[in-house]
């Protein structure tokens, strides 16, 4: 809920998908909140999406037995793939994948000019359900 809420208050025309009913730990919760939180600043502050063509961003947490997955999509104007080793410019994809390595997930970045940005995050839960 509390993504969704988030989604909600800073892109409001966009609805976030949620497929699964599985809860991670609290902090895959916080770690992906964040990383979302992030990817949405990124793309009101870069993306150059008018405000009535929200529609052009898709979030997907999908919340399995056996991994967590976020997905965030823009149609926006993209970047360089430069951007993600200048620590001026990328501070917020640093932020991201710094987040990311505290709970050992998998994070891909994918940009170009003119093409929109694709963010993946992948958390493999490493407990097995019902085991002690």
Known sequence: EALRALVRSTLSSVEPVIR???????????????????????????????????????????????RSRL????????????????????MGLQAMQNWARKISAQININSSPGNGTYLEVVVPISEKVGEQ
């Open 20 to 66: 699964g009913e599985y809860r991670p730990s609290a902090d895959v919760e916080l770690v992906l909140y964040r990383i979302c939180q992030e990817a949405i600043s990124n793309i009101r502050k870069h993306s150059n999406i008018p405000k009535e063509k929200t529609g052009q961003v898709n979030i997907v947490l999908e919340l399995d037995t056996y």
């Open 71 to 90: 997905v965030v999509q823009d149609f926006g104007s993209g970047f360089s793939p430069e951007v993600m080793n200048d620590r001026k410019k990328g």
